[in-house]
C-alpha cells in the first residue's frame, strides 16, 4: 500500500512562507500528475497547484506568483508558499494522479496563518 507523506506544515505569520514536502513510501508507477489541494473548514477541497509529468504547472488563481510547485527526480514534490495570507489557512493534502486514473492522497498538514 502506497503512503503520501506530507510535512512542513505550522503556524505562520501573514507574509511569511512555509515549505511543504510530500514523499511516497514506495515507487509509483505511471504518474500523470502530483499536486496541492487544500480544504478550509466548511468548504470543498480545492486544488491548488498541479504539475504533469511533463512538467506544466497549473495554479488557483488565488495563489499565482505566491507559490510555486516543483518536483525531484524522486517523484517529491514540493509546495513553496510566499506572501502567505490568512485565506491559506487550511489543511493542506499531496495528490498523485497516475495513468491508470488511480489518485492517493496524502493525510493532510495543517497550515496556519495568523498574527
Known amino acids: 500500500q502506497v503512503q503520501l507523506v506530507e510535512s512542513g506544515g505550522g503556524l505562520v505569520q501573514p507574509g511569511g512562507s512555509l515549505r511543504l514536502s510530500c514523499a511516497a513510501s514506495?515507487?509509483?508507477?505511471?504518474?500523470?500528475?502530483m499536486g496541492w489541494y487544500r480544504q478550509a473548514p466548511g468548504k470543498q477541497r480545492d486544488l491548488v497547484a498541479r504539475?504533469?509529468?511533463?512538467?506544466?504547472t497549473t495554479y488557483a488563481d488565488s495563489v499565482k506568483g505566491r507559490f510555486t510547485i516543483s518536483r525531484d527526480s524522486k517523484n517529491t514534490v514540493y509546495l513553496q508558499m510566499n506572501h502567505l495570507k490568512p485565506e491559506d489557512t487550511a489543511v493542506y493534502y499531496c495528490?498523485?494522479?497516475?495513468?491508470?486514473?488511480?489518485?492517493?492522497w496524502g493525510q493532510g498538514t495543517q497550515v496556519t496563518v495568523s498574527s
Open positions: 495528490n498523485v494522479h497516475t495513468y491508470f486514473d488511480h489518485n492517493y
Open positions: 514506495r515507487s509509483i508507477r505511471s504518474i500523470s500528475a
Open positions: 504539475i504533469t509529468s511533463g512538467g506544466v
